[in-house]
């Protein structure tokens, strides 16, 4: 091989590049020769769009939020389900992905060592650390992924990677050829462009994801809230919401928001094969996202009216919110704890749960008039 790395460029990675160029040029240039020639019909392009959500759904629901975050707890027959997806979608290992991505999070930003930092450019956190050995995970034995290491689904597609993906990526389009009669044009389009689609949707997650939106919870780092990019990517498009409560198995949190995988991890829940889901609870939430507008707030009125008394209101509004979060935090808490203490009379519980449904009211109505107050300024 000639591999002749340049000064500063680590050493070209072959087999995803080999990987990543046949499929895109297969794509781009010999399925519209083919549609153009021989035609696909209804159930071909069912086949290719039925695999782009079985191989996306196992990566968003599987991969990332079950595995890398542990954000519920799913029974074996679904995390088989996520694990054949998952390897049908051609992203590495459960366990080598989970590594690089809790990386990630802990590290985001970081450009050494976060392995797909969006501060190298678009191109980097799209494909670009794939394809050369940049090797930023320092986790040779996937030490950060003890837990993961317990689950024989993940350690058993980890063994035999290779012929899973060979069998599972050949054996789907290939028996669903030979079902229709035309082998090589579902090959083309459930086998290469299923393959390329589902790639470049998940890698909008670290590269779009962290360049195109707004940012309602923090500004500490490059990621996004962008509904366009949840569209495309079943719903991880709350990307600013996701790196602010990793472990949430929620993307999106208002009802009308798309996130379909947090949609699916609920329905599971319903019929007994996904528990313990985690929600990131309110107050914590609704912190974070009164100090970001604060700030945005604060910025624009300091640039349009120079009014002192408003910045002032402002503040006075917010420190009230805090005030009542921070009342609701404690009296909820009280309550948790009195739930827990077998000795406690179940009247002050009671009690207790009455105190706390009041602050929670109480700071409800505040995030109203705070939020209003926003938004007139913001108006005016
Ligand atoms: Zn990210
Ligand atoms: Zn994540």
């Known amino acids: 091989m000639h591999k002749k790395p340049s000064q500063d460029k680590p050493a070209l990675n072959w087999l995803p590049?080999?990987?990543?160029?046949?499929?895109?040029?297969?794509?781009?240039?010999?399925?519209?020769?083919?549609?153009?020639?021989?035609?696909?019909?209804?159930?071909?392009?069912?086949?290719?769009?039925?695999?782009?959500?079985?191989?996306?759904?196992?990566?968003?629901a599987g991969y990332h939020r079950l595995w890398a975050h542990r954000a519920y707890e799913a029974h074996w027959l679904v995390r088989l389900f996520f694990a054949i997806?998952?390897?049908?979608?051609?992203?590495?290992?459960?366990?080598?992905?989970?590594?690089?991505?809790?990386?990630?999070?802990?590290?985001?930003?970081?450009?050494?060592?976060?392995?797909?930092?969006?501060?190298?450019?678009?191109?980097?956190?799209?494909?670009?650390?794939?394809?050369?050995?940049?090797?930023?995970?320092?986790?040779?034995?996937?030490?950060?992924?003890?837990?993961?290491?317990?689950?024989?689904?993940?350690?058993?597609?980890?063994?035999?990677?290779?012929?899973?993906?060979?069998?599972?990526?050949?054996?789907?389009?290939?028996?669903?050829?030979?079902?229709?009669?035309?082998?090589?044009?579902?090959?083309?389009?459930?086998?290469?462009?299923?393959?390329?689609?589902?790639?470049?949707?998940?890698?909008?997650?670290?590269?779009l994801a962290h360049v195109w939106g707004s940012q309602p919870y923090s500004s500490k780092n490059t990621s996004k809230d962008n509904p366009i990019i949840a569209l495309l990517t079943f719903g991880e498009g709350y990307h600013n919401y996701h790196h602010s409560f990793q472990r949430d198995y929620r993307n999106a949190i208002r009802w009308w928001q798309y996130d379909p995988t947090k949609w699916l991890i609920r329905s599971l829940n319903f019929i007994g094969l996904t528990k313990n889901l985690y929600r990131t609870p309110l107050e914590y939430i609704e912190t974070e996202r009164a100090q970001m507008l604060l700030r945005s707030t604060t910025i624009k009125l300091s640039q349009h009216f120079h009014s002192e008394a408003l910045i002032l209101r402002l503040q006075e509004e917010y420190e009230t919110l805090i005030k009542?979060?921070?009342?609701?935090?404690q009296a909820k808490r009280q309550w948790m704890e009195a739930q827990k203490n077998t000795m406690m009379e179940s009247y002050d519980i009671e009690a207790l749960k009455e105190k706390a449904e009041n602050l929670k009211a109480n700071f409800l109505q505040q995030k109203k008039n705070w939020l209003s107050l926003n938004a007139n300024i913001v108006l005016a």
């Open 85 to 207: 997806g998952g390897t049908y979608a051609v992203q590495n290992t459960i366990l080598h992905w989970s590594s690089d991505h809790r990386l990630h999070h802990m590290h985001v930003d970081n450009n050494e060592k976060d392995p797909y930092s969006a501060k190298r450019g678009f191109w980097y956190s799209h494909m670009g650390w794939m394809i050369r050995e940049y090797n930023l995970n320092p986790n040779k034995n996937y030490e950060n992924c003890k837990d993961l290491k317990k689950d024989p689904i993940v350690m058993f597609q980890h063994k035999h990677y290779l012929p899973l993906v060979l069998t599972i990526n050949f054996g789907i389009p290939i028996l669903l050829g030979l079902w229709h009669g035309d082998l090589i044009g579902m090959m083309l389009l459930a086998g290469v462009a299923r393959l390329t689609i589902s790639h470049h949707l998940t890698f909008f997650i670290n590269s």
């Open 324 to 329: 009542n979060i921070n009342e609701f935090t």
């Open 17 to 60: 590049i080999s990987v990543f160029s046949i499929s895109a040029l297969i794509t781009l240039f010999l399925i519209p020769y083919y549609a153009l020639t021989h035609g696909f019909d209804g159930w071909q392009i069912a086949a290719m769009l039925a695999g782009i959500i079985f191989c996306e759904i196992s990566i968003t």
